[in-house]
């Protein structure tokens, strides 16, 4: 899969397929993460800048407190957003996007732009799909 969008190296010069391996490991790892609809929709609310967790489970509808705060927690470990906690009474919590956060909402725009313009097309694959294998059954 990862050799498949890089370029192409000059004959003699293939990889192992262990390095191989390995490469599509990190990029699945990395998908893993950025991939999970909560992961998507919190950045999407960070995007707008750093946000109380109150604030950011009224951004994100439908999202439990137990999800957003593993999803928090994991978008943390990845150094994709910082957590500052401040000592006033009650503790106040701020989340926002690192660097490196903000360096996936393009990509991540780009994604949901090429999603709305062939949801159309999708949909239309899964009924001729799904027409195929009800006559085939």
């Known amino acids: 899969m990862g050799v498949a969008i890089e370029k192409r190296k000059p004959r003699g010069a293939e990889e192992e397929p262990a390095?191989?391996?390995?490469?599509?490991?990190v990029v699945l790892e990395v998908l893993d993460r950025v991939g999970d609809k909560w992961t998507v929709m919190a950045v999407g609310a960070l995007?707008?800048?750093?946000?109380?967790?109150?604030?950011i489970m009224r951004a994100i509808k439908g999202v439990s407190?137990?999800?957003?705060?593993?999803?928090?927690?994991?978008?943390?470990?990845?150094?994709?957003?910082k957590r500052t906690a401040y000592a006033t009474?009650?503790?106040?919590?701020?989340?926002?996007?690192?660097e490196l956060g903000c360096s996936l909402i393009e990509p991540l725009r780009m994604l949901a732009d090429w999603a709305l313009t062939n949801r159309t097309e999708i949909e239309a694959a899964r009924v001729q799909f799904d027409t195929k294998k009800a006559e085939a059954d």
């Open 19 to 25: 390095d191989q391996y390995a490469k599509c490991r």
């Open 47 to 55: 995007a707008e800048g750093p946000m109380r967790f109150n604030a």
């Open 65 to 81: 407190h137990r999800m957003l705060t593993i999803t928090l927690r994991g978008l943390e470990r990845d150094g994709l957003v």
């Open 89 to 98: 009474i009650p503790p106040t919590v701020e989340y926002k996007l690192t």
